[in-house]
């Protein structure tokens, strides 16, 4: 009786566990666009750690260019892990300085910025 109740409490276990599923992805998604909100292409965004002391993992200071849309997309899938609770909050840089902002990450989804460029 014992072997049996402990072989269903390790099967139980492990199909709650299994359950879980593939992660979502984690993305950061921002758009920038001009003054007269234009969508600005072409446009080098940063996203970072401003202060190196919060201990971020290595791998989350990335840039990319934004697309004909204005928009730079940044994956973080490799960085979560299941069960993790909050992500980061990351600096965002446009064109070395010429806009910032911030923008906080959400583990599993689409999480959105938009930039206002002055002088781009």
Do not use: H, W
């Not at 190196?52 to 004909?68: H, L």
């Not at 979560?80 to 989804?109: H, P």
């Amino acid at each position: 009786m014992k072997k049996v109740l402990g072989v269903l409490l390790a099967t139980g276990v492990v199909t709650l566990m299994s359950c879980r599923g593939k992660e979502k992805p984690t993305t950061a998604i921002v758009t920038v666009v001009d003054a007269s909100e234009n969508v600005v292409v072409g446009a080098e965004v940063r996203l970072y750690v401003a202060n190196a002391s919060n201990q971020v993992r290595d791998g989350v200071d990335k840039t990319e260019t934004t697309n004909s849309s204005g928009v730079a997309t940044f994956r973080y899938d490799e960085l979560y892990e299941l069960g993790q609770a909050g992500f980061a909050v990351l600096d965002i840089d446009v064109n070395n300085g010429q806009a910032t902002g911030i923008i906080k990450i959400e583990e599993e989804s689409d999480n959105e910025q938009t930039v206002i460029c002055q002088t781009c």
